[in-house]
């Protein structure tokens, strides 16, 4: 139990209870004391307003079977057994039609059965979302010449309720969802046509980063100039955002620059995240002079860096073997003030590692944590993978030990460096532990784990019946596995 704080405490100074200042008012002289409780046989009246809830909706319909004369049945059982049809709105009946066009595959039999709830409740009035459940069904298994689809748009219209640019985007996205990818661009360019069902750039764009998923590069900018000249819909600065950054994932930098002029010559202007992610293309060949160029462009042009920006210049520099031009723009970063994090500390770290500077990285470990930036496991494994690179194995397990008593995940590259290190220093015991960890910590498969671990003793086997000194088995160590000593 807690100590009572000071101003709880009783004291002999305070006023005393309210309760001990009132006269007693039974013993008073100034009014009788009563000889029996009042009023002794009037009970206190119950409460004369009662609260009605409204009673509790049927059960939901959920169909299994497509069969359609079942379906009818069963929702005219519904409707006559219920003892409050007014429950039956239109949102309960949509559900219902929903749950059968889920197992149906026959768009013919869900209009029957909303034609069927309609004539058995007459309190369901379909809706547009009636009819867009119909079309999210049409789209989802579409006819070759999209014959369903245009019958269910046809319906609604003769309905009442006008296709428009809603009607377009669920239609749009189902069939893309499903993966009706021609299909979609067939419907797009039959309602673009019209003014009500024309695309919105959010619907649009959602198709072209669908088709650049699953179409040739060529492919998708014909669609764009098609779209742009035979229906006036213009791409926009999403739209080559979307093209940029697929185009930077599959490394082809040079179409993503061109892309960048495309994008200035109609007349948008950048941000910092077309920057950003070409920048990161960049770093992924390793080609730090060129992040370095796009990010000087940035500048040029008026467009303010923000924190991505500057780790992902940090990163491309340090990657490249440029870890002194690289600090520099670590002061430079926090004058604009972005401070430095656990991406920008562990950049540089990897940059030193790779320049074979690992006790370099482990200082600036004590300088991260000094200014209150906590390193992740991305940080350790880092420092582990280049300590053990740089035969500073002593170092290396001592940081595996933090890492272990803190429960941080092993990273493939620092777990099979690691157990090279330790075996070419004939501790295989320690091997072992280290393989157990990997395991216990999930921080592999048992199958990744244990060939890492069977190959390099298998390796140490061979350089053992071959006589080599420890001095030689370094050598051939170091060459044979520089190639998965790649991090990050």
């Not at 797009?188 to 980063?209: A, C, G, H, M, R």
């Not at 496991?377 to 420092?383: K, R």
């Amino acid at each position: 139990m807690g100590k009572l704080p000071p101003s709880l405490r009783t004291s002999k100074n305070l006023v005393p209870p309210v309760r001990s200042l009132l006269p007693n008012l039974q013993s008073s002289t100034h009014e009788p004391q009563s000889q029996q409780p009042p009023y002794p046989h009037r009970k206190t009246p119950k409460s004369t307003t009662t609260t009605h809830r409204p009673p509790p909706p049927p059960p939901p319909i959920t169909f299994t079977s497509p069969d359609i004369s079942a379906a009818k049945t069963l929702f005219t059982s519904l409707t006559t057994t219920t003892k409050h049809p007014s429950l039956l709105t239109n949102r309960f009946c949509n559900k219902i039609l929903e749950s059968f066009t889920s197992v149906s595959s026959n768009i013919q039999d869900s209009i029957f059965l909303l034609t069927h709830m309609t004539k058995v409740n007459p309190l369901f009035t379909p809706d547009k979302s009636s009819y867009h459940i119909l079309l999210t069904q049409s789209c989802t298994k579409p006819n070759s010449d999209l014959s369903n689809v245009d019958q269910v748009l046809t319906l609604m219209g003769s309905k009442g309720f006008q296709p428009d640019k809603v009607s377009t985007d669920i239609a749009i996205r189902t069939l893309c969802g499903s993966g009706y990818e021609d299909h979609a661009i067939e419907l797009i360019k039959k309602l673009s046509q019209v003014e009500f069902t024309k695309p919105d750039t959010y619907t649009y764009n959602l198709l072209v980063k669908r088709l650049i998923k699953v179409q040739s590069l060529s492919s998708v900018n014909a669609f764009i100039n098609e779209m742009k000249i035979g229906f006036d819909l213009k791409p926009d600065l999403v739209t080559y955002t979307i093209l940029i950054d697929n185009v930077c994932n599959g490394k082809n930098l040079r179409e993503a620059m061109r892309l960048l002029d495309v994008l200035k010559e109609e007349g948008f202007k950048p941000d910092c995240y077309v920057y950003n992610t070409i920048m990161k293309g960049y770093c992924m060949l390793s080609h730090g002079g060129e992040v370095l160029r796009v990010f000087k462009k940035m500048v040029e042009e008026e467009i303010e860096p923000d924190l991505v920006t500057y780790n992902t210049l940090i990163y491309g520099l340090s990657k490249s073997g440029k870890v002194k031009e690289a600090k520099k723009f670590v002061k430079e970063m926090a004058k604009m003030g972005h401070f430095p994090d656990v991406v920008t500390y562990t950049s540089l770290m990897n940059g030193l590692c790779r320049d074979g500077k690992a006790l370099g990285a482990l200082e600036l470990l004590g300088e991260m944590e000094s200014k209150g930036c906590s390193p992740n496991e991305c940080t350790y494994n880092t420092l582990l993978h280049g300590l053990c690179k740089a035969r500073q194995l002593d170092k290396g397990v001592e940081l595996y030990n933090v890492m272990k008593e803190n429960d941080m995940k092993l990273e493939s590259g620092s777990y099979g460096t690691f157990l090279r290190a330790l075996c070419r220093s004939g501790k295989v015991a320690e091997a072992y532990e280290v393989f157990d960890y990997a395991l216990e910590s999930k921080s592999l498969t048992e199958v990744a784990a244990y060939t890492t671990l069977e190959s390099t003793l298998k390796w140490l086997k061979k350089a053992k019946e071959q006589g080599l000194a420890p001095k030689s088995i370094l050598r051939i160590v170091t060459h044979d596995y520089s190639h998965e000593d790649e991090h990050h």
